[in-house]
Structure formats: structure tokens, C-alpha cells
């Protein structure tokens, strides 16, 4: 079993869906990260937290630390948030370990 | 802010040739950087973490005579591929991190290696 499950691995909506992507832990963490990873290969780091919910635009992260889970919504979805969401948790050090993304679709 | 750049974005080269690929934190200096590699629809693998000034960490499995790693100041990190096989084509990702345990890591854009 992978230290960093997400859920799901591909998700497919209509545009102005409401869209949730998970992500299960079994570590101990210091800190959360999602990121977005688009066709091209490029990493855009969304969101690094560690308690509680962050809010950036339409994307809003929350963590339950008790229950080792976080979650990744995006409001009002759009085609160009078509892109594969990783979580990544930090455990004490400084290597990040990552979950097997999410691959996202959006039709229009 | 947070910019980290990668260059080249894109090489072909011929088996046993070397490529020098950089990563560059643009404006802010980078205590530590990372050096991922990426195969097609898989998530990142860590290769080797570095901290300027000293050598770099390398994770299990990966070769540190083949990947040369060179971090020579707070704002460039280098990933030498040398002797370069087709099975290391691949997409080569680095992170650059200003505090090594609380800041977050900053990704480069990534740089498609096809070896020949």
C-alpha cells in the first residue's frame, strides 16, 4: 500500500462542476502540498498546509490531521483546470513523497 | 516571486553522449533543491536532494557516477546525465526550497531528455 493514496485517479466533468479530489495519508506529516501538473509537464504548487483549509481563488485545501485525509476542491470548473492534482506530504525531512495524481478533464 | 527556471526544456542526444541540464531559482535563494525524474503517467521520483556547498544526498537506487549532481550556489543547481542510455530518456523535474524544512518547494518547468 502507497504511504499517499489519492481518489480518484481520473475524474471527467462538465464545466461549472464542483470537483473533489482526495488524498489519504498513513505517516505522520509536517506538512501537505497539492500540486497541479499540466500537459506540458510543468508543477504549479497549489497549496502547502499542515492544519485547518487554505482558499486561493476557486481552489480551496483542507486538512483533517486526525484522520491523516485531505481534500482539494475546485469551485465553478473551468477546461483550463484540466490537469493532473498530485498530493505530496512532507515527513519530517525534506523529501516530499507523492502520491499517483489525479487526472483531471473538464469538457466545456 | 518563486520562480525556478530549467534549462534546456527539451534535448535529444545520441547514447554516450552526457547532457548537462540546469536549474535555476530566479528570484530568491535556494537553500536546497531537488532533482526528480518523471516516466510517462507515473508521479515523481526523487533522485537526489543537494544543499549548496555540499554533496548531494542521493535517494536508493540511483546511480551518483551516472547522475552528477552540482550545486555550486544558492541559485543553480546542475543534473549531469552521463553516458546517457536510452532507458535514461525520461522527464527531469527540479524543486528549489529557500528554508529546508518549513518552505514550500518551487518546481521548474521540467526538461525532456530522449537519448538516441
Known amino acids: 500500500k502507497n504511504e499517499v493514496e489519492q481518489s480518484p485517479q481520473n475524474l471527467t466533468a462538465q464545466e461549472g462542476e464542483f470537483i473533489t479530489i482526495n488524498c489519504s495519508y498513513s505517516?505522520?506529516?509536517?506538512?501537505l502540498h497539492w500540486l497541479q501538473q499540466h500537459p506540458g509537464g510543468g508543477i504549479v504548487s497549489l497549496f502547502m498546509?499542515?492544519?485547518g483549509k487554505k482558499k486561493h481563488g476557486r481552489l480551496i485545501a483542507t486538512i483533517n490531521i486526525q484522520e491523516k485525509h485531505s481534500s482539494l476542491h475546485i469551485t465553478a470548473s473551468h477546461p483550463r483546470d484540466s490537469a493532473v492534482y498530485i498530493c505530496?506530504?512532507?515527513?519530517?525531512?525534506?523529501?516530499?513523497?507523492f502520491g499517483q495524481g489525479t487526472r483531471l478533464t473538464i469538457n466545456p | 516571486g518563486a520562480v525556478v527556471s530549467q534549462h534546456p526544456s527539451r534535448v535529444i542526444c545520441k547514447s554516450g553522449t552526457s547532457v548537462k541540464i540546469e536549474c535555476r531559482s530566479l528570484?530568491?535563494?535556494?537553500?536546497?533543491m531537488f532533482w526528480y525524474r518523471q516516466f510517462p503517467k507515473k508521479s515523481l521520483m526523487l533522485m537526489a536532494t543537494s544543499n549548496e556547498g555540499s554533496k548531494a544526498t542521493y535517494e536508493q537506487g540511483v546511480e551518483k557516477d551516472k547522475f552528477l549532481i552540482n550545486h555550486a550556489s544558492l541559485t543553480l543547481s546542475t543534473l549531469t546525465v552521463t553516458s546517457a542510455h536510452p532507458e535514461d530518456s525520461s522527464f527531469y523535474i527540479c524543486?528549489?526550497?529557500?528554508?529546508?524544512?518549513?518552505?514550500?518547494?518551487?518546481f521548474g518547468p521540467g526538461t525532456r531528455l530522449t537519448v538516441l
Open positions: 505517516v505522520g506529516i509536517s506538512a
Open positions: 524543486s528549489a526550497s529557500r528554508d529546508t524544512f518549513t518552505d514550500t518547494q518551487y
Open positions: 528570484d530568491f535563494q535556494a537553500t536546497t
Open positions: 505530496a506530504v512532507r515527513s519530517g525531512a525534506q523529501k516530499l513523497v
Open positions: 498546509l499542515s492544519s
